[in-house]
């Protein structure tokens, strides 16, 4: 297999925040979504649980793909989970749900694990790991609670908050790479690249004024 081949990264996911940190970093994924049952999954180590579906959503998206010769294909698939008081808290299955949980939460800490399953077509191999960021909530009121779960931002995301959207002011301070808590860390994908013999500068592409083409920047080895 030659290193040179174009690199086509799969997103084994439909977070728009994964692919807009992808994006962000100059990488511009392909988007399939897994449809993994999520509840097939019970373990009781939430950094267990995270890597496990992480795995599971590439590996089901990677059946989907047929190989090509002309270039190699990637399929990252990821999972987030966030670990407070004991218990493994996913996305809140309804509004109650996720207002009990900020009323919990409120004023405390909880550690957000993010799996990733790195997966190189190609090759056959699997490079994998889980990130985790200690996440401090703010102490926020009642009225703040209600209006941030009528949004319904907390019911699609995993802990029912986000740092980058309208969760942001609700979370005082993190340790740890704030990509963990996004759902994609751009540094653990640089090592797991590493891992295959990859570089995440192959991966850099660079869109044209108004987006009308894209030219892969990568794949230029010293």
Not at 1 to 13: D, F
Not at 40 to 45: A, F, H, N, P, S
Not at 136 to 144: K, Y
Request: proline content about 5%; hydrophobic content about 45%; aromatic content about 4%.
């Amino acid at each position: 297999m030659s290193a040179s081949l174009p690199l086509r990264l799969v997103l084994a996911s439909a977070s728009p925040a994964r692919r807009k940190s992808l994006q962000a970093a100059g990488i511009e994924p392909d988007v399939l979504v897994s449809g993994v049952d999520e509840s097939l999954v019970v373990t009781d180590r939430a950094e267990d649980l995270c890597l496990e579906l992480a795995r599971l959503k590439a590996q089901a998206v990677l059946t989907r793909l047929n190989a090509d010769v002309d270039q190699r294909t990637l399929v990252i698939g990821c999972d987030s989970v966030l670990a407070f008081d004991g218990e493994i808290l996913g996305k809140p299955a309804d509004p109650a749900e996720a207002t009990r949980r900020w009323l919990r939460m409120r004023g405390r800490s909880g550690v957000l694990h993010s799996g990733h399953c790195l997966i190189d077509m190609v090759a056959g191999r699997r490079a994998e790991a889980v990130a985790s960021t200690t996440v401090h909530f703010a102490d926020i009121g009642d009225d703040e609670i209600a209006a941030y779960v009528a949004t319904g931002e907390p019911l699609a995301v995993a802990g029912a908050f986000t740092i980058d959207g309208l969760g942001g002011p609700f979370v005082e301070r993190i340790e740890g790479d704030p990509g963990t808590v996004v759902g994609l860390s751009m540094p653990l994908l640089r090592r797991l690249l590493a891992e295959l013999d990859l570089r995440i500068t192959d991966l850099w592409t660079t869109v044209a004024p108004g987006g009308q083409s894209v030219e892969p920047l990568g794949n230029v080895r010293s």
